[in-house]
């Protein structure tokens, strides 16, 4: 079965350093792994993708997530963290192939202070 | 990306009668998904919603209590049936879109049941 880890419950961090938000996973074959963000009172936005190709990936926003297949992880991250990024964050997997669907992490509030 | 556009945004329904949440994309979509975020909590699949035949439901989520159309590829409606406080969550419509299949998101529906 597909399962997400986001270990952190709340990530504190100050403006102009440099954020991770973890994630790790459980699939069987190769997956598709996703980041969403949610602002408060609001739907999920995609943030970026890893399908295959390239393990650092680049997304909205100036995020980026490495993709580790040895340690299966997909972190999260931004050389530096602004307060507008405050907001909750969603790793999720799907198998390569097949259903579309996804499997969610439990969310990371990221909370960056000025 | 994709335009997702839900209705209600937001509601307080009474104990006991049923909702119909709806969601239009701005172009077809073979996939069409709905989701549950209930408060503090991540999301759930409730089911996947097939244009032309009937939705494939989530375990623990069945057609009596979420039922689903599908009347062609831009449009899909959720309804929430005879409504409880445990009903109160957001509700999400979802897509598959473009290469590499990424998922979005609509804005959600915000449902309160008093």
């Known amino acids: 079965a597909q399962s997400v880890a986001q270990p952190e419950d709340q990530v504190n961090v100050a403006e102009g350093n440099p954020l991770t938000v973890k994630c790790t996973y459980s699939?069987?074959?190769?997956?598709?792994l996703f980041w969403y963000v949610q602002y408060p009172n609001r739907g999920l936005q995609f943030l970026l993708k890893?399908?295959?190709?390239?393990?650092l990936v680049k997304g909205s926003y100036g995020f980026e997530a490495e993709f580790n297949k040895s340690q299966t992880s997909f972190h999260l991250k931004k050389p530096s963290a602004l307060v507008s990024d405050s907001a909750l964050y969603f790793c999720a997997v799907r198998p390569y192939t097949g259903f579309q669907k996804l499997v969610f992490g439990t969310g990371t509030r990221l909370l960056v202070s000025p | 990306s994709a335009v997702i556009s839900q209705k209600p945004s937001r509601d307080i329904c009474q104990r006991g009668t049923s909702l119909t949440i709806q969601c239009q994309v701005d172009s077809q979509v073979t996939m069409m998904f709905w989701y549950r975020q209930q408060p503090g909590q991540s999301l759930t699949l409730i089911a996947t919603?097939?244009?032309?035949?009937?939705?494939?439901?989530e375990s623990g989520f069945v057609i009596d209590k979420f039922p689903i159309s599908r009347p062609n590829l831009t449009f899909s409606t959720l309804t929430v049936s005879n409504m409880s406080p445990e009903d109160s969550s957001i509700y999400l419509c979802?897509?598959?879109?473009?290469?590499?299949?990424?998922?979005?998101f609509g804005e959600g529906s915000w449902l309160t049941v008093v």
């Open positions: 699939v069987s074959g190769n997956p598709y």
């Open positions: 979802s897509v598959v879109k473009g290469s590499g299949n990424t998922i979005y």
């Open positions: 919603a097939n244009q032309g035949s009937e939705a494939t439901y």
């Open positions: 890893y399908i295959t190709g390239d393990n």
